[in-house]
T-cell receptor, first 111, second 116 residues
Framework: AQSVTQLGSHVSVSEGALVLLRCNYSSSVPPYLFWYVQYPNQGLQLLLKYTTGATLVKGINGFEAEFKKSETSFHLTKPSAHMSDAAEYFC?????????FGQGTELSVKP | GAVVSQHPSRVICKSGTSVKIECRSLDFQATTMFWYRQFPKKSLMLMAT?????????EQGVEKDKFLINHASLTLSTLTVTSAHPEDSSFYICSARDRWGGDEQFFGPGTRLTVL
């Protein structure tokens, strides 16, 4: 069975600072991993995904994530936070055709 | 490409009435669509998997008679909340998987249901 744990339900950074959102997964098979962003009262937008191949994945809006099998992690990073990055972020793993989501991390960006 | 729409975006209804929410894939064919429910400040809970031309598969604990799902075409799935009650108030999100596109799901903008 697959599962996802996001460490920290809320992360606050200053504008221009590094963003690091943590995600650990559990999977009995090679995982497909995803990061989604959700703005208030909207659906989810895919930031990036890992399926196979290169373990460092680049996504939209300057985000990237690195798949580390030994650590069962898929942390999301962005070198410099922007005010528009304030949103809810979900890590997900694909299992049996379904997406299993983490609990979500709310990112706040202070001016 | 890969746009999913939902209608309505927001609905308010009286307790005891039924509400239908539509989910459409606008520029691709989706043999599989998913319905999620999201409570405030919470993650997405998968309610059911909808397969075109067949019965939906419901997750454990989801009442199939209360949340009726129909997937009559490759671009449309509907969720009907029957005899809605205030506890059914929530944000409902659908997603669709391109029949040719692998594991990625494309999400609709969500429907905010408020039952008075």
């Amino acid at each position: 069975a697959q599962s996802v744990t996001q460490l920290g339900s809320h992360v606050s950074v200053s504008e221009g600072a590094l963003v690091l959102l943590r995600c650990n997964y559990s999977s009995s098979v090679p995982p497909y991993l995803f990061w989604y962003v959700q703005y208030p009262n909207q659906g989810l937008q895919l930031l990036l995904k890992y399926t196979t191949g290169a373990t460092l994945v680049k996504g939209i809006n300057g985000f990237e994530a690195e798949f580390k099998k030994s650590e069962t992690s898929f942390h999301l990073t962005k070198p410099s936070a922007h005010m528009s990055d304030a949103a809810e972020y979900f890590c997900a793993v694909s299992g049996r055709g379904k997406l299993i989501f983490g609990q979500g991390t709310e990112l706040s960006v202070k001016p | 490409g890969a746009v999913v729409s939902q209608h309505p975006s927001r609905v308010i209804c009286k307790s005891g009435t039924s509400v239908k929410i539509e989910c459409r894939s606008l520029d691709f064919q989706a043999t599989t669509m998913f319905w999620y429910r999201q409570f405030p400040k919470k993650s997405l809970m998968l309610m059911a998997t909808s397969n075109e031309g067949s019965k939906a598969t419901y997750e454990q604990g989801v009442e199939k008679d209360k949340f009726l799902i129909n997937h009559a075409s490759l671009t449309l799935s509907t969720l009907t909340v029957t005899s809605a009650h205030p506890e059914d108030s929530s944000f409902y999100i659908c997603s669709a998987r391109d029949r040719w596109g692998g594991d990625e799901q494309f999400f609709g903008p969500g429907t905010r249901l408020t039952v008075l």
